[in-house]
């Protein structure tokens, strides 16, 4: 059924991974652990720092921290609410769960000073395919920049804003995903290492453990 006006849930998340498309948008407000996504193939986090939003019609896969609480606002799509596409959490966003109604609930939360403003936005989906397309090469700030033509700072300012990642961290995050992809599909890590620019297999087993919690080999498909 459509929705008509906006409904609040505190919901609590098991570890499992799931993905979700619905009619409607959705505002996160992470008020415990940590949350990532895919939201139509862009990978995104959420936790207690930062708040987002999911538009209506999005496919979006997720997996939670076992114990992650998040207050989950269903909203029907309105003017404004695409600037809380990705948004800082306050203090009093804390305390949006003991206001009871969701439309008050929305109101706090547009009228944050720390929303991002729609002028803001990267096209990530042009992001990542130039980074895709040469993963073994140095990307610094200076050169993500250039595609936007945006200097370093104000370059790193915006895709914080956006993802919650700075250059290097998003940088490292789809590295490590293309990596995963390679090797279940059988690749060498050594290979790999190469191909998506890691100096060597161990420096990258390394990364995996570190940013992923998972080793290489566990990423491998089975032999049939």
Same mark, same amino acid.
């Given at each position: ?152 700072? =104000?370059?790193?300012?915006? @895709?914080?804003?956006?993802?919650? &990642?700075?250059? /290097?961290?998003?940088? #490292? +995050? %789809? *590295? ?22 890691? =100096?060597?297999?161990?420096? @990258?087993?390394?990364?995996?453990? &570190?940013?992923? /919690?998972?080793?290489? #080999? +566990? %990423? *491998?498909?089975?032999?049939?």
């Amino acid at each position: 059924m459509p929705l008509f006006e906006p409904v609040s849930t505190l919901r609590r998340y098991d570890g499992q991974a799931h993905v979700h498309i619905h009619d409607h948008a959705q505002v996160m407000v992470p008020l415990a652990g940590r949350m990532d996504l895919e939201v139509d193939g862009h990978a995104l986090f959420t936790d207690p720092s930062c708040g987002m939003l999911i538009p209506a019609g999005a496919r979006h896969a997720y997996c939670a921290e076992p114990g992650t609480r998040i207050l989950v606002i269903d909203a029907p799509e309105s003017t404004g609410l695409e600037r809380l596409r990705r948004f800082a959490l306050t203090p009093a966003c804390r305390t949006l769960g003991s206001l009871g109604d969701p439309r008050l609930q929305l109101a706090l939360l547009l009228d944050l000073p720390t929303v991002l403003s729609s002028r803001r936005g990267l096209d990530l989906a042009q992001l990542d395919a130039a980074l895709a397309s040469a993963l073994h090469e140095p990307w610094p700030t200076a050169r993500m920049a250039r595609l936007f033509h945006l200097s370093p700072q =104000r370059f790193h300012a915006r @895709l914080v804003e956006l993802t919650g &990642r700075a250059p /290097g961290g998003y940088l #490292r +995050a %789809l *590295r490590l995903e293309h990596a995963g992809r390679m090797l279940a599909r059988g690749a060498t890590l050594e290979a790999v290492a190469a191909r998506v620019g890691y =100096r060597s297999g161990s420096a @990258l087993a390394y990364a995996l453990r &570190r940013d992923r /919690g998972v080793g290489a #080999r +566990a %990423l *491998r498909r089975p032999a049939p």
